[in-house]
C-alpha cells in the first residue's frame, strides 16, 4: 500500500486482487469425489506447516491428539500436517473437508527433519539466480514435499515476472521437479509470521488464516486513527484487527446514543460528545460547560430517543 496522509487517499471498501480467496492447497472432499461422510465421524482442524494454512479433515481410524503429525493429500502430493484439535459443533459440508491418508510415521518425520535443511540451503541458492536474473521478485518460502520428488518457491512481486530461465537454472541444480508460486503481502505475513504493533503474534498467523476483506470504514466506525501506520500492518495492508473487532463494536454502538445526539438528564439538556464502546461510557456535556461521565447500563431508548435512566 502507497503511503498516505489523508483519508482522501483510501479507497474504501476494497482490497487488491492479491487478497482475493486463493484456490486452498488441501484436496478437499469435493476434489476428491466424494459426496458424504457419516454423521459420528471425528472431524478435526489440521495446519499445512509450511504455508500456516488451517483446513478441516477426517479420519477413520484411531482418535487423534493435538500435535499429532498426519499425512493429507494436497495438489502437490501426500504432504505433512499437524493436528491442532477435534471440532464440535455442527457437521460441515463435505466440500470444506479433507481426509487425512494415515498419520506420520518416524521415518517420515526424519525425513521432514532433513528437508528443512534442505530448504535453507535451496532459499538461499534460489534468492543468488534470483540476483543473477535481475528479477524483480523477493523469494519467501522454500518447501520440500515429503512424499514427490518436487520443491516449491513462493515469492511476492509487484508485477507479473518471466521467470522461465530462472525454473531452468533452479532444475539443473535440483535435478527435480520446480513450482514457483507468486502470493500476496497479505499470504506472506501469513506463511512467515512475526509481531504486530500490539506486541502479539500477527492474527493472520495465529488467529485465523482466513484472509478476510477490511475496509476503511471499519476503523472509521472504531474511531481510530486514520494515519496509514496506525492502522497497516506489516504487510502494508489494512490491519486484520480492524475485521475481528468490527462486530464487536457495531454491536456496542447499537446499544449506545451517538455522538452529537441531545439527551435530557434532571430536566436540562445535554449533549453526548464522546462514545467509548470498549469501556462502556459516554461524555455528555450540559450547556453551562459542565460535564460528566456516563456508563452505558445508565441509558435507554425509549419512543426512538435515548434517556439517561433516574
Same mark, same amino acid.
Given at each position: 500500500?502507497?503511503?498516505?496522509?489523508?483519508?482522501?487517499?483510501?479507497?474504501?471498501?476494497?482490497?487488491?486482487?492479491?487478497?482475493?480467496?486463493?484456490?486452498?492447497?488441501?484436496?478437499?472432499?469435493?476434489?476428491?469425489?466424494?459426496?458424504?461422510?457419516?454423521?459420528?465421524?471425528?472431524?478435526?482442524?489440521?495446519?499445512?506447516?509450511?504455508? &500456516?494454512?488451517?483446513?478441516?479433515?477426517?479420519?477413520?481410524?484411531?482418535?487423534?491428539?493435538?500435535?499429532?503429525?498426519?499425512?493429507?493429500?494436497?495438489?502437490?502430493?501426500?504432504?505433512?500436517?499437524?493436528?491442532?484439535?477435534?471440532?464440535?459443533?455442527?457437521?460441515?459440508?463435505?466440500?470444506?473437508?479433507?481426509?487425512?491418508?494415515?498419520?506420520?510415521?518416524?521415518?517420515?518425520?526424519?525425513?521432514?527433519?532433513? =528437508?528443512?535443511?534442505?530448504?535453507?540451503?535451496?532459499?538461499?541458492?534460489?534468492?543468488?539466480?534470483?540476483?543473477? &536474473?535481475?528479477?524483480?521478485?523477493?523469494?519467501?518460502?522454500? &518447501?520440500?514435499?515429503?512424499?514427490?520428488?518436487?520443491?516449491?518457491?513462493?515469492?511476492?512481486?509487484?508485477?507479473?515476472?518471466?521467470?522461465?530461465?530462472?525454473?531452468?537454472?533452479?532444475?539443473?541444480?535440483?535435478?527435480?521437479?520446480?513450482?514457483?508460486?507468486?502470493?500476496?503481502?497479505?499470504?506472506?505475513?501469513?506463511?512467515?509470521?512475526?509481531?504486530?504493533?500490539?506486541?502479539?503474534?500477527?492474527?493472520? &498467523?495465529?488467529?485465523?488464516?482466513?484472509?478476510?476483506?477490511?475496509?476503511?470504514?471499519?476503523?472509521?466506525?472504531?474511531?481510530?486513527?486514520? =494515519?496509514?501506520?496506525?492502522?497497516?500492518?506489516?504487510?502494508?495492508?489494512?490491519?486484520?484487527?480492524?475485521?475481528?473487532?468490527?462486530?464487536?463494536?457495531?454491536?456496542?454502538?447499537? =446499544?449506545?446514543?451517538?455522538?452529537?445526539?441531545?439527551?435530557?438528564?434532571?430536566?436540562?439538556?445535554?449533549?453526548?460528545?464522546?462514545?467509548?464502546?470498549?469501556?462502556?461510557?459516554?461524555?455528555?456535556?450540559?450547556?453551562?460547560?459542565?460535564?460528566?461521565?456516563?456508563?452505558?447500563?445508565?441509558?435507554?431508548?425509549?419512543?426512538?430517543?435515548?434517556?439517561?435512566?433516574?
Amino acid at each position: 500500500m502507497s503511503d498516505f496522509n489523508d483519508y482522501e487517499d483510501i479507497v474504501e471498501d476494497e482490497i487488491s486482487a492479491e487478497d482475493e480467496p486463493k484456490q486452498r492447497d488441501v484436496i478437499t472432499g469435493a476434489d476428491a469425489g466424494i459426496e458424504s461422510i457419516a454423521p459420528d465421524t471425528p472431524i478435526y482442524r489440521l495446519r499445512l506447516l509450511y504455508s &500456516h494454512e488451517t483446513f478441516l479433515a477426517v479420519y477413520r481410524e484411531d482418535n487423534l491428539e493435538p500435535e499429532t503429525m498426519v499425512i493429507v493429500p494436497t495438489r502437490y502430493g501426500r504432504d505433512l500436517a499437524q493436528v491442532i484439535g477435534s471440532v464440535k459443533g455442527k457437521l460441515p459440508q463435505v466440500s470444506e473437508i479433507a481426509w487425512i491418508v494415515r498419520a506420520a510415521t518416524p521415518e517420515d518425520l526424519e525425513k521432514s527433519r532433513n =528437508n528443512s535443511k534442505l530448504e535453507k540451503e535451496a532459499f538461499s541458492i534460489c534468492r543468488k539466480k534470483i540476483e543473477n &536474473h535481475k528479477l524483480e521478485m523477493k523469494l519467501v518460502l522454500v &518447501h520440500y514435499l515429503l512424499e514427490e520428488p518436487k520443491i516449491l518457491f513462493f515469492f511476492t512481486a509487484e508485477n507479473r515476472v518471466d521467470f522461465r530461465e530462472l525454473v531452468k537454472d533452479l532444475v539443473s541444480v535440483f535435478k527435480m521437479r520446480i513450482e514457483l508460486r507468486q502470493i500476496g503481502v497479505r499470504d506472506e505475513a501469513r506463511v512467515v509470521g512475526g509481531l504486530g504493533v500490539c506486541g502479539r503474534g500477527y492474527c493472520c &498467523h495465529c488467529v485465523s488464516d482466513k484472509l478476510k476483506p477490511v475496509s476503511i470504514k471499519m476503523a472509521k466506525d472504531q474511531k481510530l486513527s486514520l =494515519n496509514s501506520v496506525k492502522i497497516s500492518g506489516p504487510c502494508g495492508r489494512l490491519l486484520c484487527c480492524l475485521f475481528y473487532e468490527y462486530g464487536f463494536y457495531c454491536e456496542q454502538q447499537r =446499544n449506545l446514543p451517538q455522538e452529537g445526539m441531545r439527551i435530557s438528564y434532571n430536566d436540562e439538556s445535554w449533549k453526548v460528545t464522546e462514545v467509548n464502546p470498549v469501556a462502556g461510557q459516554v461524555k455528555l456535556i450540559a450547556d453551562d460547560g459542565r460535564m460528566m461521565t456516563a456508563k452505558a447500563c445508565q441509558f435507554e431508548k425509549a419512543d426512538n430517543y435515548w434517556r439517561i435512566k433516574s
